[in-house]
Structures are given as structure tokens and as C-alpha cells.
């Protein structure tokens, strides 16, 4: 590719999960969202879907931001809400209402049919709501383009993943002027493959895409993203592990990698991060003991996970076995050890029971609750499997113990119930950080964790932990920040065992050593931010342009 960077002059975002908060596609999204507007000002524009129009906390609505595009938008009959998304840089932000092309949906999976070969039959679940919202979106950017922004004008429309591509093919066909870029985080086969205990690596190369499609019953969103990525001007991915499952699964590979930075606002200087971890520690510190019946030490280690609760991509039954090794491992050795799970569950709220001690600040910590591990009620405590692994690994939290395990299964955005905390908030209380991802693209929480000055463990099936290898140009170990541990279909046991030695070796360290890796693993980050990775998006924009 030529060094020389044609910039459009118009930039669209579009994501189910703009000003939508549900997994790691709005963390990339909502935090590149200050570097992009630095280069494009209000000519930045991310388009979400418009699913809560009385209280979306993360928009607020500008009636006098852009009204042409509103009136654009209203005389080819659609409704459109345009402010601002509540994110570091502020860009402007359109919300579709996409509820009236219903009522068009078999005509419009037709013609995609018919000019892209896009299979929607077999589609279920989120599909017809994700492929509405992708249609609108491109209806709506094809009247801008025609109406107000016209043809002298160099615009780029970036779709995320299968749920945005529809509208992406829609532009390729009635308004070719627009140049595209479609981005997929995970392929859904491959993400697939996983989530059905299926083993991803041993047999990589003898997998196909369409024929997985069929036999996972993922036809009709492998369909969309596949037709995406074969259309598009510009196609990228987020990590050089996930270009291989695109090249396999979807036949074409990357014209580039668009790695995920991170934005250092959301990080607390100095004393502000000190009085931060010091609240957070003692909150943490007196809810477990509550909930088990133990006060818990002051110099406890609290080691933590997190992220979407994906059983197996995630790793947690990796986290579950090395906690119940370490268990046995430091037991009668007087040091404790707190194993925070921090996944989002189906709660039903916070427990009665801990809300009722929790008010009372003479409480004591001289009884177990029933069920010692988890800080809210569940509607499906029974069948939830990060609770039934717990309870079978025989983590019990019975008074004596040394390590602990405790699960905190609330989106942790600051009004939970019982910490009233957000993430980012109760983040500084960990002193490690453990990601075991089986199948992790690029991997936030790890970069989160060396962001805020926490050493972790992760693996090299995480992009990130690829990335920190190929930056470190070796095996990442404890002694470095991030600690990268080999991880393939055949070594589980041995993950384990790995991850409670790097946790043994962490609690031997002195505190001068401890602090040394802190700063370690914050150097990582800064060189892993948007100031570093935001030029990728520019040179895939350039890219796009190009064709």
C-alpha cells in the first residue's frame, strides 16, 4: 500500500452497539471514538439502533445538531435521532428507528438474495432486528450522500460485524460512490465452534466455513458475513489469529489488521487511582467477608476475571480448576487469596440477605450466608454453569480456608445493588488479573488491566497476548507485566497448573518488585493505545478509498 493517506471527508460508524452497551464492540468503538473525532471533527459520525428512546444513559439528543440530516431523514420516511454518544470526545451519534421496515423484510432478504447470494432463510433470534437496523443504516447514508454531502465528497462507511452488513452491501449496490470497510471482531463460525466444545485448533485447516454454518446452524449470519467480507472495499479484522479464521471461514483474507487500543482518560492519576484502590479494596474486602462469614485480611491478594459470560472462550472453567488447586496448594500456609469472578449472569437482584448486613454498619462477619460465593439472587442459580463448576470443584468457602472464590454476576455500571460501583471503579483493587482465553480475538481485559497498572496472566489465543509477544519479541512471562501462557486444545491441565505457579510466584515477590511490574505492565499499555493503533483505521479508510 502507497504511504501516501487519502483521508475521506466524511467518516460513518455503524454498530449494533452504538450507544448500546453490550459486549467488547462498544468498549472499540466508544473508546477510538476520541482519536477518530481529533482527525474528523463532526464529520465523525457513529450510527447506532434506536432500542431505548425514553432513557438511553449513554446518548443525549441535540435537536439543533445537524437538522438537515433529521429532515433528510424524515422525508424518505424514516425517524432519526441525532445527539451526542457519552464517551470520552463526544462524537455525534444517530439513532435509527428501524421498526418500520418490517413490514419490507421478505422483499429485502430477497434482493439480497438475488444481488449477493446472502442466505436469511434460516435465520432466528437476533437476526431480523440486526439486519432491519443494518438496512436502515445504509438507507440512511445513501439520502445524506445524494441530498447534502453529494459526490465531491470522499465518504467511508465502516460496518462492524455481521449485524452491520446488510446496509454495507446495500451501499455497494445503489450508492457505489461511498467506499466501504467491514470489520469483523469474531468470526461466527469460529466463535461457534468454541461456544460447542468443539476443539478449534486441532483441526483448524480441515474445517469449512459454509458446511460449520450448516452443521451449527449459523447459515444465515455466516451467510451476511461472508458476502460482507467478500464485498467490502476494504475488509479487516482485529487480530492476526482471527485472520487466519477468516481466511479459512470466509475465504478471503484481511487487507489489513485494525488491532484495539485504548483510550488512558478512563484511567485515574496518582492519588486519585490510590484512593480509588484503597475504597474499592475495603468494599470488596467486606462484602466477601459478609457473604462467608470470615473477616478477610487487609493484605488478602485479590486475584480477578472478567468479561462476557462465555464459559469456555473466556476460560473461567480454567480460573475455577487453578483456584481450586491453589486451594489445596497454600492450604495451612496462612495466605489468603480472594478469586473474584466478575461476569455479567441472569440476576434477578441483589441478595436480601447481604443488602440487610450491608446497611447495618455494626454487622459482623460471623456467619456463612447460604451460598458463600455470589453476591446477588439469580433467576437460574441452579443451572448456571460458572455456579455449578464452583459448588463441584468443592469451593465452599468454608471458614479456615485460604482462598476464596467469589462470583459477582451484575453489569458492574455503577448501580448493581451492592457495590453501586462501576468497573472501572472496582478495577484498581486487584493486584492480579487472570484471562485463560480459549478463544479471545483481541482480548480488552487484559489491556484494561495493564491500563490501570495490574499485572495479568493471559494466553497466546488471545490477540492481545499475541500482540504482547510479537511487542516483547519473546514468550511474555510474570517478570514482564503480562504474563502470556501457551495455550492449545491438548494442554488444559497444564494452563492450569501454570497459572497458580505465576500467582505463587507473584505472592513471593516484595513490594519493590510488585511496583516494578505495575509500571511494566502500564508501559505495555500506552504502547497499545488509540495515540498508537488509531492510525490502522486511517490507513484502512485510505485503503478503501483507493478501490
Keep these: 500500500m502507497s504511504k501516501t493517506i487519502t483521508k475521506p471527508d466524511y467518516v460513518f460508524e455503524v454498530s449494533w452497539e452504538v450507544c448500546n452497551k453490550v459486549g467488547g464492540i462498544y468498549t472499540v468503538l466508544s473508546s477510538v471514538a476520541k482519536t477518530l473525532k481529533s482527525t474528523f471533527d463532526d464529520r465523525l459520525c457513529f450510527i447506532g439502533p434506536d432500542l431505548n428512546k425514553k432513557n438511553n444513559p449513554y446518548f443525549t439528543e441535540d435537536k439543533h ?15 432519526v435521532r441525532i445527539g451526542r454518544w457519552n464517551v470520552p470526545g463526544n462524537p455525534v451519534a444517530v439513532l435509527i428507528d428501524f421498526s418500520t421496515y418490517y ?13 449477493f447470494g446472502v442466505d436469511s432463510i434460516r435465520g432466528y433470534g437476533d437476526y431480523d432486528e440486526a439486519s432491519m437496523f443494518s438496512y436502515a443504516a445504509g438507507r440512511f447514508v445513501k439520502f445524506l450522500c445524494k441530498e447534502i454531502i453529494k459526490n465531491d465528497k470522499r465518504v467511508v462507511y465502516q460496518a462492524h460485524e455481521w449485524m452491520s452488513g446488510l446496509g454495507m452491501l446495500f451501499l455497494k449496490y445503489d450508492c457505489p460512490e461511498v467506499a466501504t470497510v467491514f470489520t469483523t471482531h469474531a468470526t461466527s ?3 461457534s465452534i468454541t461456544s460447542n466444545n468443539k476443539n478449534l485448533y486441532e483441526y483448524f485447516e480441515a474445517y469449512d466455513g459454509d458446511q460449520m454454518a450448516w452443521e451449527l446452524n449459523m447459515e444465515a449470519k455466516h451467510s451476511i458475513e461472508k458476502q460482507s467480507a467478500l464485498g467490502a472495499d476494504c475488509f479487516t479484522t482485529v487480530s492476526h489469529l482471527t485472520a487466519k479464521e477468516c481466511k479459512q471461514f470466509l475465504t478471503r483474507e484481511p487487507d489489513m489488521v485494525l488491532p484495539n487500543g485504548f483510550e488512558s482518560d478512563f484511567v485515574p492519576k496518582a492519588a486519585g487511582y490510590t484512593a480509588k484502590r484503597k475504597a474499592a479494596r475495603k468494599q470488596i474486602l467486606r462484602v466477601a467477608s459478609l457473604i ?4 478477610l485480611p487487609e493484605d488478602t491478594l485479590i486475584v480477578s476475571t472478567s468479561g462476557r459470560n462465555d464459559f469456555r472462550c473466556k476460560g473461567y472453567d480454567v480460573f475455577i480448576d487453578a483456584v481450586a488447586q491453589l486451594k489445596q496448594r497454600l492450604s495451612g500456609t496462612g495466605r489468603h487469596v480472594l478469586a473474584l469472578m ?3 449472569c441472569w440476576v434477578f437482584r441483589p441478595r436480601v440477605d447481604l443488602l440487610g448486613k450491608l446497611s447495618d454498619n455494626s454487622a459482623k462477619a460471623d456467619e456463612p450466608m447460604d451460598w458463600p460465593m455470589i453476591t446477588h439472587d439469580l433467576n437460574n442459580l441452579n443451572e448456571e454453569r460458572i455456579v455449578r463448576m464452583i459448588r463441584e470443584k468443592g469451593l465452599n468457602n468454608e471458614p479456615g480456608c485460604e482462598v476464596k472464590i467469589l462470583l459477582i454476576p451484575s453489569y458492574l455500571e455503577g448501580s448493581d445493588g451492592v457495590f453501586n460501583k462501576t468497573y472501572y471503579d472496582l478495577l484498581p483493587a486487584n493486584d492480579l488479573c487472570v484471562y485463560p ?3 479471545e480475538p483481541w482480548g480488552y481485559t487484559p489491556l484494561e488491566s495493564c491500563a490501570f497498572r495490574i499485572p495479568c496472566i493471559t494466553t497466546d489465543l488471545a490477540g492481545f497476548g499475541l500482540w504482547v509477544n ?9 517478570e514482564d507485566g503480562v504474563c502470556v501462557l501457551h495455550r492449545d486444545d491438548n494442554n488444559y491441565d497444564e494452563v492450569v497448573s501454570n497459572i497458580d505457579d505465576v500467582i505463587i510466584e507473584f505472592m513471593n515477590l516484595t513490594d519493590k518488585q510488585k511496583t516494578d511490574l505495575k509500571r511494566k505492565a502500564a508501559t505495555i499499555a500506552q504502547h497499545a493505545s488509540w495515540a498508537d493503533f488509531g492510525k490502522y483505521y486511517l490507513e484502512a479508510f485510505s485503503f478503501a478509498l483507493s478501490k
Design 292 to 295: 462467608m462469614g470470615e473477616t
Design 437 to 439: 482465553s480459549y478463544y
Design 470 to 478: 510479537e511487542f516483547l519479541n519473546k514468550d511474555a512471562k510474570l
Design 103 to 115: 413490514h419490507l423484510k421478505n422483499e429485502i432478504y430477497t434482493w439480497a438474495w438475488q444481488r
Design 342 to 344: 466478575e461476569v455479567p
Design 65 to 79: 445538531l445537524l437538522p438537515e440530516w433529521k429532515d433528510v431523514a424524515a422525508r424518505n420516511g424514516m425517524n
Design 189 to 191: 463460525i469460529g466463535r
